[in-house]
């Protein structure tokens, strides 16, 4: 059993959990993942680390509400125990001296970009971040991501707050005006599908963190399959970073969408036990 | 010379109709007057070939007239002396190759159901002394360390033999769940997880500890659990990695490795869905690729989860399918239509990329080939079409990379499996690091796994004491 040391809620639907993992916290690194499960009845999914701190044994882990699992986690409060908590897992983000890098953080994979920021601006490179989400409502941690950047562009779709649009608009400018060596793009599918093809005529090699389904985490089922230069990978093992210029994003749409009904269904069926009061 | 009984005594099962729909053990065991008239037939032959047909070589002459006497507390005792899990290989151990074969008995085509037996004092066992006194009682300690991993057949096996020989022994296991194969593998309808849970909980019992949620590779490297006080490793990974066709196809959604299709109905309960969270799609028509015993248990947990058809697609013929015997009848019994001589050649899939069809190859049996099986051949332009809306392959497995990728000086080979000095001990290349199972021989059985962990916990028991 692994307890919650402490949470936050970064905005409404969003939420950050510190875990006591000290096993996990002494091996993380930058762009690695956990499997989390809640209880004996809950599934397996994968989260990206968002920060660890070893001396305290501590791991962090941000997310959203989204299906089942995610709203059930949200349910839980400091001095709650979840289940499971394995990693660290996956191969860390390559960090090295590059030059110039743009790191791309949409909505809350700004708290899993953060710590890649840190380690590339710390290994010498100049580190400029875009941060875009739907709304102001849904922006957090934009001075955490200011501290560990040498300039940040933050991006709204409503123009609620920062510069109206989509994160691609300031990217397509920095690659058009300035010197860019490497961009990693991290945040919903959709949007590191387009990251990836604004950056390709630019030739620049722009690293992306996939995350298909998931069951194990460690290789042995083959459900996180994606095609990369026509190959097949495995993302537990093989990734989660991957070349995005290189990724078949239609397959990986289709196969995130397998399970739509029987997650609405999970959905539908939690809530409901959830208004009688015999489900957490 | 007494007079020789050559009537077997059947195991009563779930009738086929009953059993297609629920998950509930197939095989339902010996009553007490089934087994002692079983135990009778055994002639305590002075040769005992069972013994050495025994892969763990349990003194098998000596459980049976134990339970022929009513001693059932020996029977026990003689059992566990050879074999720390004997309710799972009562139930999943391919007798009829092993002990059953060589039976004095079997050259009238009526060997003692040693199996049969086996599970009857198991589960006498379960039944009548758990949380009494243990059978067995381990040596005192040594104060050495060993970390085993994995808490499958092999890494249960060398474990429990370990801590019996007074070792301080941690095995760690990457899910959350001890058993391995055994859990995520097998089904509940062939060996249930109370009956595993159990024998997890012997070995625990011994003294050993099981540090679940440890991913070996990432967590802690081997070199690091020797720095860190351990005298020496073994490894029972398995062979958790699965093989797939490599055809056209075969990323559309609704098609499994059998390994993931089985880690979610047996593992995360997917059957129980939506009051476990896992889900797992159910395949009106399921086709499963493959004829071994994993092929069977997949395609009979299709049926069980709804399906109307599941085919069993096998490119061989049934002369030549790896899977038991007894678990091809099962599955013939319950419905599940085999398509023999038949290899896919592409899936086929829907504008939502759900697989709705498979086109297959009917194929011929041509020269022997290297496994001295006859070779199948594409009958040329004889493709044809099979519409399928589940697709699970269950082809092989080999071992999980990431323990020889974050290790220095561990040797493989090039299908992945770790290369051993000697079979006998299971010593790898890498100093104080032993290795046996599955990772070692490819996909194999359950006893066999357990056969080596067996063997290399003898031979680290001989390093640690000299």
Known sequence: MYKILERKDMVPIIHLFKIQAPRVAQKAQPGQFVMLRIDEKGERIPVTVAGWDA?????????????????RLAKLKAGDFIQDFVGPLGIPTHIDNYGTVVCVAGGFAVAVIRPIAEALKKKGNRVISILGARNKDLLFWEDELRSVSDELIVTTDDGSYGRKGVVTEPLKELLTNSKVDRVIAIGPSIMMKFCAL??????????????????????????????????????????????????????????????????????????????????? | MPQLNLNRVEMPRQEPKERAKNFNEVALGYTHEQAMEEAMRCIQCPKRPCVG?????????????????????????????????????????????QCEEVCTLAKKKAPVAIGRLERYVADWERMNLVGKKKSVSPAPSTGKKVAVVGSGPAGLTAAAELAMRGHNV?????????????????????????????????????????????????????????????????????????????????????IYSANEFLTRVNLMKAYLFPSYDTPVRIGKKVAVFGGGNVAMDSARCALRLGADVVYIIYRRSEAEMPARKEEVENAKEEGIQFKLLTAPKRFIGDERNNVKAVECYQMELGEPDESGRRRPVIKPGSEFTIEIDVAIVAIGTSPNPLIAQTTKGLETTKHGTVVVKDESTGRTVKDRVWAGGDIVTGAATVISAMGAGKRAAADIDAFLRS
């Open chain 1, 55 to 71: 001396k305290e044994g501590s791991v962090t882990i941000v997310f959203q509400e989204v299906g089942t699992t995610t709203r």
């Open chain 2, 170 to 254: 941690t095995i760690f296991e990457a899910l959350h769940t001890a058993g391995g194969v055994l859990m995520y593998g097998i089904p509940e309808f062939r060996l249930p997880k109370v009956i595993v849970q159990g024998e997890v909980d012997y070995v625990r019992s011994l003294g050993v500890t099981i540090e679940l949620d440890s991913v070996i590779g990432r967590l802690l490297t081997l070199d690091e659990l020797l720095a860190d006080g351990y005298d020496a490793i073994f490894l029972g990974t398995g062979a958790g990695l699965p093989t797939f066709l490599g055809i056209p196809g075969e990323n559309l959604n609704g």
């Open chain 1, 198 to 280: 604004t950056t390709k005529p630019f030739g620049v090699k722009t690293i992306v963190s996939l995350n298909p389904i998931m069951v194990d985490g460690t290789g042995m089922c083959g459900c996180c399959r994606v095609s990369v230069g026509g190959v097949t990978k495995f993302a537990c093992v093989d990734g989660p970073d991957f070349d995005g210029h290189q990724v078949d994003w239609d397959l990986l749409f289709a196969r995130q969408k397998t399970y739509l009904d029987e997650e609405k269904r999970s959905l539908e069926q939690w809530q409901h036990s959830c208004q009688c009061g015999n489900k957490t």
């Open chain 2, 53 to 97: 047909g025994c892969p763990v070589n349990i003194d098998i002459p000596d459980f049976i007239l134990a339970l022929k006497e009513g001693r059932m507390e020996d029977a026990v005792k003689i059992l566990k002396s050879k074999n720390a899990l004997p309710g799972i290989c009562g139930r999943v151990c391919p007798q009829e190759t």
